[in-house]
């Protein structure tokens, strides 16, 4: 086998290893984050929901938004919360559902 054609293959061997430590990497920083808004200290709270403030619009944030809106003691951060929820209710209106993907 030629040096370069083994040479290529290490490379994108390599870059797909990386590739997938950082998707868990990731995936463990948004369950972290939506696990700290309903830490007991406040600046994480701040910090996960500016993490979610960057996330799509999803059925699951949506209801973790409400629910962390009813909790929350602050209200700057309620308000936070309900900028962040509004703006998803309004992406999520947009949305429309493929009537042949639902129908099995």
Known sequence: MKKSVK???LTVL???AVG???AVIIKDQITRHKRDLFSPRTLRRLAALGHISRERASVDLIRL???FISWEPRRML???AQV???RMLDEA???TIDP???SA
Do not use: F, M, N, Q
């Open 65 to 67: 938004l409400l629910d």
């Open 84 to 86: 962040i929820l509004d």
């Open 93 to 95: 209106e947009g949305l």
């Open 7 to 9: 040479t290529a293959g």
């Open 20 to 22: 997938a430590i950082a």
């Open 14 to 16: 390599a870059a797909a």
């Open 78 to 80: 309620r308000d936070r």
């Open 100 to 102: 042949k993907a639902t």
